[in-house]
């Protein structure tokens, strides 16, 4: 199942830089996007989503932006702290749709923010 | 902060073993899901529950998975009868409504040996 894809396994930033993590997507049918990070040995924490009708949302440090015609998004983080270092996953659904409320994820990207 | 909590933290079992996994959901949450993560590979959806039935569950939840709500407050994965493939990291999650974001809890690891 490749509906949702993160093409960087890892990536590494520089503190106070942009993190900028990559997600796209195959399923047209998809209207609800999140990013959730992950610590070891703990669940998935939910950062931030957006709607397909928008095309950027932001919360603090964390900006997410929605490509809707490339079937892309991505996520922004500025400045980047050392507290950011974890596994970062894209992940997507239909929220229209009652019952199909399933969340489809991606492979994760391993963020890491060096001093 | 509400949040999701999962027992037990770690589970070993023998192939062949029923297991069960315990969850218990934010408390004025609505929705209930179940996903798993094999090491290595992707989260995967397994179930989701809603007004004491599954709405939704993927093609990995065959007949060896079951969930129940016993109460007002746990929500448990049940599988019958254990395989070796069946070794992952289990997750619990809670929404509020259908629509918008999942709160998952720290997760069990599961260990077939």
């Known amino acids: ?115 | 902060e509400p949040e999701v909590t999962q027992t037990p933290s770690h589970q070993v079992t023998q192939m062949g073993q029923e297991v069960i996994l315990r969850c218990v959901p934010i408390s004025n949450h609505l929705y209930f899901y179940w996903y798993r993560q094999i090491l290595g590979q992707k989260v995967e959806f397994l179930v989701s529950f809603y007004n004491n039935e599954i709405s939704e569950k993927s093609e990995i939840f065959d007949d060896q998975f079951s969930v129940e709500r016993p109460d007002g407050s746990n929500f448990t994965l049940k599988i019958r009868s254990t395989k070796l493939e069946d070794s992952a990291m289990y997750f619990c999650a809670s929404s509020g409504d259908a629509y918008n974001e999942q709160f998952f809890g720290p997760g069990t690891r599961l260990t077939v040996l």
Not at chain 1, 18 to 23: A, E, V
Not at chain 1, 72 to 89: E, T, W
Request: hydrophobic letters at 35%; proline letters at 5%.
């Open chain 1, 1 to 115: 199942d490749q509906q949702v894809k993160q093409n960087s396994p890892s990536l590494s930033v520089q503190e106070g830089r942009i993190s900028i993590l990559n997600c796209d997507y195959t399923n047209s049918m998809f209207d609800y996007f999140l990013w959730y990070k992950k610590y070891p040995a703990e669940g998935p924490t939910f950062l931030i989503s957006i709607s397909s009708i928008k095309d950027k949302n932001e919360d603090g440090r964390f900006t997410v932006f929605l490509n809707k015609s490339a079937k892309h998004l991505s996520l922004h983080i500025v400045p980047s702290q050392p507290g950011d270092s974890a596994v970062y996953f894209c992940a997507a659904k239909r929220r229209g749709i009652q019952g199909a409320q399933k969340l489809v994820f991606g492979q994760g990207t391993r963020l890491t923010i060096n001093p």
